[in-house]
């Protein structure tokens, strides 16, 4: 037979793979090995498989269709990965909603998504409820998929239950640009897969590795760089609500961890800790941390405290998924603070405001050719327009490559703020302060920090005849109305900003000051 005849054979056989089918061929491999511990549930790999069929089947009982929004508006927890999976499952639309946000913020990303259900976590339901979207979609508690996922004797999914390709789209991620409406970056079961083989590859997983997750599951790197790739290969991993210190350093002496991820202010709390000299943790091997350059300092300290373990700094943007380049262990003392080399399957160029690649050395914007690159913005076609130029991501971030391919990043096009890895708007910040009728004029910078990267710092100039505002008062002022980790640390009353010829504001002077 020829491999011609073999499609008149078998025409129902598809080679298309998706995030589903990593989990049930993780099941097939290790069965009952264990995949997930959070609190006091344990779940096996055919275990897991078999939670996400029927929280996949139980999406369709409440009348959820391939290609619907579905959000997920809760803290850490199994149930929050089975979610993601069950969606994945039966060709639903994942949307992960930030905790943190509330009101109008939350309202935007359920209304621009078309969430039809929003699962919560219980102290969480009133916050959606309230928000217009909220009245409009069905409001499910987390808790309610427990028996669910326990129910006894789960028949494997039929050959025909569910229909869903690699070209389908996985998930809405949202992502915090230049203004305050966020970006839904649409991510399909094809570009996440290419990004969870870049990670396997470039961070030296293995069946043999025992995690703790305990970032956000909502924010990209700790779902799609680390967890998902894990149980790919078979991993143990433990998952937790929130990074508090002394409870990880317990956790990996006690469950002999070798391999963790978190933001750099994660780190530094972890190295300040008096537990860190006490505990044994020689089985912790590997160290992953990402979103902004860890302090030198904290480096050293963990570094001489525990000399066999590797640090990894992972750098990404969440419309590649979001892991774009690595820096190994290995590379940490030849190309201090820089953020590596591009993954396996990112394609980089650095070119100057007409458009012109650079030379090694120069500073550009840092361009992104890749499988794993999202299709574009959900409902956002101009931004889409905006951000993608002839099959190149435009990122916002400025770096300079040196003739060895190795990327440092120097500074963002984008007028965003790092604070403890999380991306926020200044727009959204400064938009928040000029409500208050005092304020004349105002900017809102990152300073460096040692502890958050960047502080989010508002600078303030009152109109003549005011004087009575106080820092204070616009921190409350702001708390009211965003997320906590959208307010500023600290607010300075200036009597004017600097600005060029053009009367734009300088930033990059107000972050030097």
């Not at 199994?78 to 109008?104: E, S, T, W």
């Not at 290419?194 to 599951?217: G, I, K, M, Q």
């Not at 090694?360 to 999202?374: F, K, N, V």
Request: some cysteine; aromatic content about 8%.
């Amino acid at each position: 037979m020829s491999v011609s005849d073999t499609a008149a054979v078998s025409p129902a056989i598809s080679n298309s793979s998706t995030i589903s089918d990593l989990i049930r061929r993780s099941a097939g491999r290790f069965p009952k090995d264990t995949a997930i511990e959070f609190a006091d549930r344990t779940w096996t790999y055919s275990q897991l498989d078999a939670a996400v069929t029927a929280v996949a089947r139980e999406l369709v009982r409440l009348g959820a269709r391939k290609g619907d929004r579905i959000a997920a508006y809760g803290k850490n927890s199994d149930l929050y990965v089975f979610l993601y999976l069950a969606c994945a499952r039966m060709g639903a639309i994942h949307v992960p909603v930030n905790y943190q946000l509330k009101n109008d913020e939350l309202d935007y990303i359920l209304s621009n998504a078309g969430a039809e259900i929003v699962f919560a976590d219980t102290d969480l339901l009133e916050a959606v409820t309230t928000v217009p979207t909220g009245e409009r979609a069905q409001v499910i508690d987390f808790t309610a998929l427990v028996p669910v996922a326990t129910a006894a004797d789960i028949a494997p999914v039929g050959e025909d239950e569910f229909s869903v390709t690699d070209t389908d789209i996985a998930q809405l991620l949202y992502t915090s640009g230049t203004t305050s409406a966020p970006k839904g970056a649409v991510m399909t079961h094809r570009a996440l897969l290419h990004e969870y083989l870049s990670a396997l590859l470039a961070l030296d997983f293995t069946s043999d590795d025992r995690c703790v997750h305990a970032l956000p599951l909502y924010h990209s790197a700790q779902m799609h760089v680390f967890l998902i790739p894990l149980l790919s290969v078979g991993a143990f991993n433990i998952i937790v609500p929130a990074p508090v210190p002394d409870e990880l350093l317990a956790i990996f002496e006690e469950r002999e961890i070798s391999t963790f991820f978190a933001a750099p202010t994660v780190w530094v709390a972890l190295a300040n800790s008096p537990d860190l000299e006490t505990r044994n943790l020689d089985s912790l091997r590997r160290a992953y941390y990402g979103a902004s350059i860890m302090p030198g300092p904290i480096l050293e300290r963990l570094r001489t405290r525990l000399p066999e373990l590797g640090f990894y700094n992972c750098f990404g943007q969440s419309e590649l998924g979001p892991l774009c380049t690595v820096l190994r262990p290995e590379e940490h003392d030849s190309h201090p603070g820089s953020a590596g080399r591009p993954v396996m399957f990112v394609e980089t160029r650095v070119v100057d405001p007409s458009g012109a690649d650079v030379g090694p050395g120069a500073e550009g914007e840092i361009l992104y050719r890749s499988p794993q690159l999202c299709e574009g913005y959900w409902n956002r076609a101009e931004a889409t327009a905006e951000a993608f130029d002839n099959g190149w991501f435009h990122s916002g971030d400025l770096v300079k490559v040196d003739d060895e391919g190795f990327i440092e990043v120097v500074d963002r096009v984008k007028d965003v703020i790092n604070t403890g890895g999380v991306l926020v708007a200044s727009r959204q910040v400064e938009d928040a302060i000029f409500e208050l009728p005092a304020v004349a004029e105002v900017a809102v910078v990152g300073v460096a920090d040692e502890k958050w990267i960047e502080a989010i710092t508002a600078f303030v100039v009152l109109k003549d005849d005011q004087s009575e505002l106080s820092a204070e008062a616009v921190i409350a002022h702001v708390k009211d109305r965003l997320a906590g980790f959208k307010v500023p640390k600290r607010v300075e009353f200036v009597a004017e900003l600097p600005k060029n010829s053009a009367g734009k504001i300088l930033k990059r002077s107000l972050r030097d000051a």
